[in-house]
């Protein structure tokens, strides 16, 4: 190559290489957590989940998705990671609009749910399932195999 | 659930226990006739078990019965299952009433259509994801988290039970949930059989004194639906096909 | 000859090019505003309903996806069945079907209604549906086509295109056959419901490719102002003719067998003699446009020496598969379920009633968006590698056509 040409190919890698650096600056800080930007859940009832924070934040799409094919597929109705069990806590009603933490973590991270457009944003009204059995209703007149004759 | 949670759940099961034993007598000769023999014959299972091919449920409808102009079942299904209830081409219907005229008698019968829960259902045999699936106790159901929308259960199916939700939907029922995009039909109330309850159909044309449909486990020999089925003569819709529906018509 | 052919880069006007890239990019631009436009209200804005539920974009990705497969018909006369005039134009036939299904799928998937998912619809498959079964031959058709493609254009691996084309025909066959099966295996609509379909389709994609092969060709041609030798233009023209005849002829089986059924009379009533716009497109679009027109026009005396009435044939024959594809799809449709046969039935949810159907601009959009997604792969393709048939006259025997 020319002096000129050889010039313009050394600034060329050199823009390249700058504008990667700065790309990858702030990697380390991350990493390491510092300065970390967050959102804030803001309506949760009680203490903690029903697993703790880290493991929710790490597994929670696959605790629904595996819970969602239980109660779709088999009928499993009870278990402790149903989408209406988690609105018991995690939805609100702000001024009549219901909204729930999902929202906040889910716009901070730019993935965007689907859940929305089928699933209500609020918990089902009073009949919440226990984790346990029920007992068969009194107007039964026959039993599944395996139930109690009241 | 916590500790605490689960005691007092299981002290208030002890004292639930006794009420229920005095006053089942009590409910049972106050409630004897009527909607207890035809609304309640389900039986349901508990929560945490999985459904089972133990049970088959299933629905008998009596057209002898079913009014003329009655929309019961129809409005009690809009409201349980959060559907608008208008009956326009591109509304959301689970169940309609039928008025038949025989061409060649002029016989007429009124009767509500709905999915037919088939043994060998033809939209289950064509979705090409598996969202329209068949549940272990017989129910028919759309998987809408794997729905992708393309309609061709609702070109498969013989009794037009299908619809597509058309528009973005806002305050579904959060028992019911249901959204753009994704094919849908009638669950038997699902969300109440999982609950020992009748499809809201069922209770409504019962509470309305005309008795026309009957809900219950096609598999147990001595529910008041198998008992009836094998009393009457009982037809299949389509029979021809050979789909084995769970919905059975009584008078035509 | 061959030197005076010039479509790519290396010779050809550049503004020529992007105008037609900028042709097809505008209509392209139109469907994906549809496409937005669906996604974000619904299908409420369409003309499709819980009573029709697949309407004019499935008519014009099914019409794309049949041809498609029949396209490829002439890359395997010349592979699998030796024939040398079309060897000539395999690569041709290849890329285009190439494009042509990726315009149809493209077609189809525009239109779900849940398009977001269509990592879903890749990855979960029930393999009872016959749809299903087609995802996965349409993947493996591009694949197996890209490979075809590739051992006919490369230098080295030129011996391979024969075992590769074979398998491309065996797999397009079974291709077409899972097309047609999509309705023939429609138990409970009088409209389908028949093992007729699957080798219709078969025949009618052989036709409607060869056609929309002899329309490309013949643009080509026309671009660079080459003549078509007559004697190639009379093969061409006497096979569609043998296609488009049996088309006609399984049509014709389909209906007479319907017409004998008491069953199926209400239903082929309406599609052949009542139901207005429907026997309209089958009498006056499929079977006189699409059938006994270009038949007279291939047969003409004087055929073999003019292109234009060749090529004027065969667009009649794509025109006339579209009016068929409407009235398979839409008319199947419209026709009601007969829940109760013997009774007159009606509802809420309009049993008993025809259904009708008027198709929006958004449907119309997704429809011909297909026919751009074709369009644009093709003009790039043609642009970037070499695909004008390059005749060697010596070795082709010519003279068997003699009409």
């Given at each position: 190559?020319?002096?000129?040409?050889?010039?313009?190919?050394?600034?060329?890698?050199?823009?390249?290489?700058?504008?990667?650096?700065?790309?990858?600056?702030?990697?380390?800080?991350?990493?390491?957590?510092?300065?970390?930007?967050?959102?804030?859940?803001?309506?949760?009832?009680?203490?903690?989940?029903?697993?703790?924070?880290?493991?929710?934040?790490?597994?929670?799409?696959?605790?629904?998705?595996?819970?969602?094919?239980?109660?779709?597929?088999?009928?499993?109705?009870?278990?402790?990671?149903?989408?209406?069990?988690?609105?018991?806590?995690?939805?609100?009603?702000?001024?009549?609009?219901?909204?729930?933490?999902?929202?906040?973590?889910?716009?901070?991270?730019?993935?965007?749910?689907?859940?929305?457009?089928?699933h209500a944003k609020k918990p089902a009204k009073a009949k919440v399932m226990p984790a346990t059995?029920?007992?068969?209703?009194?107007?039964?007149?026959?039993?599944?195999?395996?139930?109690?004759?009241? | 659930?916590?500790?605490?949670?689960?005691?007092?759940?299981?002290?208030?099961?002890?004292?639930?226990?006794?009420?229920?034993?005095?006053?089942?007598?009590?409910?049972?000769?106050?409630?004897?006739?009527?909607?207890?023999?035809?609304?309640?014959?389900?039986?349901?299972?508990?929560?945490?078990?999985?459904?089972?091919?133990?049970?088959?449920?299933?629905?008998?409808?009596?057209?002898?019965?079913?009014?003329?102009?009655?929309?019961?079942?129809?409005?009690?299904?809009?409201?349980?299952?959060?559907?608008?209830?208008?009956?326009?081409?591109?509304?959301?219907?689970?169940?309609?009433?039928?008025?038949?005229?025989?061409?060649?008698?002029?016989?007429?019968?009124?009767?509500?259509?709905?999915?037919?829960?088939?043994?060998?259902?033809?939209?289950?045999?064509?979705?090409?994801?598996?969202?329209?699936?068949?549940?272990?106790?017989?129910?028919?159901?759309?998987?809408?988290?794997?729905?992708?929308?393309?309609?061709?259960?609702?070109?498969?199916?013989?009794?037009?039970?299908?619809?597509?939700?058309?528009?973005?939907?806002?305050?579904?029922?959060?028992?019911?949930?249901?959204?753009?995009?994704?094919?849908?039909?009638?669950?038997?109330?699902?969300?109440?059989?999982?609950?020992?309850?009748?499809?809201?159909?069922?209770?409504?044309?019962?509470?309305?004194?005309?008795?026309?449909?009957?809900?219950?486990?096609?598999?147990?020999?001595?529910s008041d639906i198998a008992r009836a089925m094998q009393s009457y003569a009982t037809t299949e819709?389509?029979?021809?096909?050979?789909?084995?529906?769970?919905?059975?018509?009584?008078?035509? | 000859?061959?030197?005076?052919?010039?479509?790519?880069?290396?010779?050809?006007?550049?503004?020529?090019?992007?105008?037609?890239?900028?042709?097809?990019?505008?209509?392209?631009?139109?469907?994906?505003?549809?496409?937005?436009?669906?996604?974000?209200?619904?299908?409420?804005?369409?003309?499709?309903?819980?009573?029709?539920?697949?309407?004019?974009?499935?008519?014009?990705?099914?019409?794309?996806?049949?041809?498609?497969?029949?396209?490829?018909?002439?890359?395997?006369?010349?592979?699998?069945?030796?024939?040398?005039?079309?060897?000539?134009?395999?690569?041709?036939?290849?890329?285009?079907?190439?494009?042509?299904?990726?315009?149809?799928?493209?077609?189809?998937?525009?239109?779900?209604?849940?398009?977001d998912r269509l990592i879903v619809a890749m990855t979960h498959y029930n393999f009872k549906s016959?749809?299903?079964?087609?995802?996965?031959?349409?993947?493996?058709?591009?694949?197996?086509?890209?490979?075809?493609?590739?051992?006919?254009?490369?230098?080295?691996?030129?011996?391979?295109?024969?075992?590769?084309?074979?398998?491309?025909?065996?797999?397009?066959?079974?291709?077409?056959?899972?097309?047609?099966?999509?309705?023939?295996?429609?138990?409970?609509?009088?409209?389908?419901?028949?093992?007729?379909?699957?080798?219709?389709?078969?025949?009618?994609?052989?036709?409607?490719?060869?056609?929309?092969?002899?329309?490309?060709?013949?643009?080509?041609?026309?671009?660079?102002?080459?003549?078509?030798?007559?004697?190639?233009?009379?093969?061409?023209?006497?096979?569609?003719?043998?296609?488009?005849?049996?088309?006609?002829?399984?049509?014709?089986?389909?209906?007479?067998?319907?017409?004998?059924?008491?069953?199926?009379?209400?239903?082929?009533?309406?599609?052949?003699?009542?139901?207005?716009?429907?026997?309209?497109?089958?009498?006056?679009?499929?079977?006189?446009?699409?059938?006994?027109?270009?038949?007279?026009?291939?047969?003409?005396?004087?055929?073999?020496?003019?292109?234009?009435?060749?090529?004027?044939?065969?667009?009649?024959?794509?025109?006339?598969?579209?009016?068929?594809?409407?009235?398979?799809?839409?008319?199947?449709?419209?026709?009601?379920?007969?829940?109760?046969?013997?009774?007159?039935?009606?509802?809420?949810?309009?049993?008993?009633?025809?259904?009708?159907?008027?198709?929006?601009?958004?449907?119309?959009?997704?429809?011909?968006?297909?026919?751009?997604?074709?369009?644009?792969?093709?003009?790039?393709?043609?642009?970037?590698?070499?695909?004008?048939?390059?005749?060697?006259?010596?070795?082709?025997?010519?003279?068997?056509?003699?009409?």
């Amino acid at each position: 190559m020319t002096g000129m040409a050889r010039l313009g190919h050394w600034l060329r890698l050199a823009a390249l290489l700058g504008a990667s650096a700065l790309l990858v600056a702030q990697t380390p800080n991350a990493a390491a957590g510092v300065n970390k930007p967050e959102p804030t859940i803001a309506q949760a009832k009680g203490d903690h989940c029903i697993k703790d924070d880290e493991y929710m934040m790490r597994h929670h799409p696959d605790l629904l998705k595996h819970q969602r094919d239980d109660t779709m597929h088999r009928g499993i109705r009870s278990g402790e990671f149903g989408l209406k069990r988690c609105m018991e806590c995690h939805s609100s009603n702000d001024n009549g609009v219901a909204k729930t933490d999902c929202d906040t973590c889910h716009a901070f991270a730019a993935v965007k749910l689907d859940c929305w457009d089928c699933h209500a944003k609020k918990p089902a009204k009073a009949k919440v399932m226990p984790a346990t059995a029920s007992q068969p209703s009194p107007m039964m007149t026959s039993v599944q195999p395996g139930g109690q004759l009241q | 659930m916590s500790e605490q949670n689960k005691q007092v759940h299981e002290a208030a099961d002890g004292d639930r226990r006794d009420f229920l034993k005095v006053g089942v007598g009590l409910a049972g000769v106050a409630l004897a006739p009527g909607v207890l023999f035809y609304g309640i014959s389900a039986h349901g299972k508990a929560p945490d078990a999985p459904a089972s091919t133990a049970v088959r449920w299933g629905m008998l409808i009596d057209t002898g019965k079913c009014a003329d102009g009655c929309n019961s079942c129809t409005t009690a299904c809009a409201t349980e299952n959060g559907l608008s209830g208008q009956t326009g081409p591109q509304d959301s219907q689970w169940i309609r009433k039928m008025h038949i005229k025989n061409l060649q008698t002029g016989a007429e019968h009124n009767l509500p259509m709905l999915c037919q829960h088939c043994e060998n259902p033809p939209c289950v045999d064509v979705c090409p994801t598996g969202a329209s699936m068949k549940r272990a106790d017989g129910i028919v159901l759309v998987d809408r988290h794997i729905c992708i929308g393309c309609r061709y259960c609702m070109m498969a199916c013989p009794y037009k039970a299908r619809s597509f939700v058309h528009e973005p939907l806002t305050d579904q029922n959060p028992e019911v949930p249901r959204g753009q995009g994704c094919v849908e039909s009638c669950t038997f109330c699902v969300q109440r059989v999982d609950r020992d309850e009748t499809p809201a159909c069922v209770e409504a044309c019962s509470k309305d004194g005309h008795m026309a449909m009957m809900f219950g486990d096609l598999k147990d020999p001595n529910s008041d639906i198998a008992r009836a089925m094998q009393s009457y003569a009982t037809t299949e819709v389509r029979a021809d096909l050979g789909l084995n529906t769970g919905v059975r018509y009584q008078g035509i | 000859m061959a030197e005076n052919v010039c479509m790519n880069r290396s010779c050809a006007k550049s503004s020529e090019f992007w105008t037609l890239l900028v042709m097809g990019g505008v209509v392209l631009l139109g469907t994906l505003a549809a496409f937005f436009y669906i996604e974000h209200h619904g299908h409420i804005v369409t003309g499709m309903d819980n009573q029709v539920v697949w309407g004019l974009p499935h008519v014009f990705a099914i019409f794309l996806i049949v041809a498609a497969s029949g396209v490829l018909n002439v890359a395997s006369i010349g592979s699998v069945f030796g024939k040398k005039m079309y060897k000539a134009r395999a690569p041709l036939s290849g890329m285009l079907a190439i494009a042509m299904l990726a315009g149809g799928l493209g077609g189809v998937v525009l239109d779900l209604g849940r398009p977001d998912r269509l990592i879903v619809a890749m990855t979960h498959y029930n393999f009872k549906s016959i749809f299903a079964v087609n995802v996965l031959f349409y993947n493996g058709f591009f694949a197996i086509v890209g490979l075809y493609l590739i051992t006919l254009m490369s230098k080295n691996l030129k011996q391979y295109s024969k075992p590769v084309g074979l398998l491309a025909f065996l797999w397009r066959l079974a291709l077409t056959t899972a097309t047609g099966s999509i309705f023939g295996f429609l138990v409970a609509r009088a409209g389908y419901n028949s093992a007729l379909y699957a080798p219709m389709f078969i025949i009618y994609s052989f036709a409607y490719g060869l056609a929309a092969f002899i329309v490309v060709q013949s643009v080509m041609y026309k671009w660079n102002n080459i003549e078509v030798d007559e004697r190639i233009l009379c093969r061409l023209k006497n096979l569609l003719a043998i296609f488009v005849g049996a088309g006609l002829y399984f049509t014709a089986v389909l209906h007479l067998t319907n017409i004998y059924f008491a069953k199926q009379w209400d239903f082929e009533r309406f599609l052949l003699l009542e139901g207005g716009i429907y026997p309209l497109l089958f009498w006056g679009g499929q079977v006189l446009l699409g059938g006994v027109l270009p038949l007279l026009m291939i047969f003409s005396p004087g055929a073999r020496k003019s292109p234009p009435r060749v090529f004027l044939a065969a667009l009649l024959v794509l025109i006339g598969g579209h009016a068929q594809m409407y009235v398979t799809i839409i008319g199947g449709q419209a026709f009601p379920l007969n829940l109760f046969p013997g009774y007159a039935q009606s509802s809420s949810f309009f049993d008993g009633v025809v259904h009708a159907y008027t198709p929006s601009l958004w449907e119309m959009l997704l429809g011909v968006g297909g026919i751009a997604i074709a369009f644009l792969i093709t003009v790039i393709a043609v642009r970037v590698l070499k695909f004008m048939p390059e005749d060697d006259f010596k070795d082709i025997d010519l003279d068997a056509c003699k009409n």
